[in-house]
C-alpha cells in the first residue's frame, strides 16, 4: 500500500504551487482522498475475510452519522458523506510521514471525534 500511496504521492509534488507543502497538506489542498482511505481493506494481519467488503462494509457504514444516512436523495447523501470525510484526518502511511494511529476509517474511535 505504501508503494502505491507513493506514487500518488510523487504525482502531487509534481503540481506546480505545491512544492512547498507535505503529501497530508497536498491531499486536504487538492481535494482527495488517500489510496488508502479509498481502499480500506489493506491492512497487515487481516485474514482475506475480515478485510472483505461483507465485514468491512457494515463497519464503515455504522461510522457514518445518523444524519447522513437519513439524507432524503443519492447525491444528498454523496454531498453530506463528502463533507463529513472532510473533516476526518487523512493521514495515510508513506514513507517519511508516521501517524500515530491507523488511517482507516473503521479503526476511528469516538475517542478521535474531538480532533475534527
Known amino acids: 500500500m505504501q508503494m ?14 505545491l512544492n512547498d507543502m507535505n503529501y497530508w497538506e497536498r491531499l486536504v489542498h487538492l481535494q482527495l482522498m488517500s489510496l488508502q482511505r479509498r481502499r480500506e481493506s489493506s491492512l497487515r494481519n ?9 465485514v468491512r462494509g457494515p463497519k464503515l457504514w455504522n461510522k457514518v452519522p445518523a444524519a447522513i444516512k437519513a439524507e432524503k436523495t443519492f447525491d444528498g447523501f454523496k454531498v453530506s458523506l463528502s463533507k ?6 487523512d493521514n495515510p502511511p508513506v514513507s517519511d510521514y508516521t501517524c500515530s ?8 474511535t469516538s475517542t478521535r471525534w474531538s480532533d475534527i
Open 4 to 17: 502505491l500511496e507513493g506514487v500518488q504521492r510523487t504525482f502531487t509534488s509534481c503540481i506546480g504551487g
Open 46 to 54: 487481516q485474514t482475506l475475510y475480515d478485510s472483505s467488503f461483507a
Open 84 to 89: 463529513f470525510l472532510a473533516l476526518i484526518p
Open 101 to 108: 494511529w491507523s488511517n482507516s476509517l473503521v479503526d476511528f
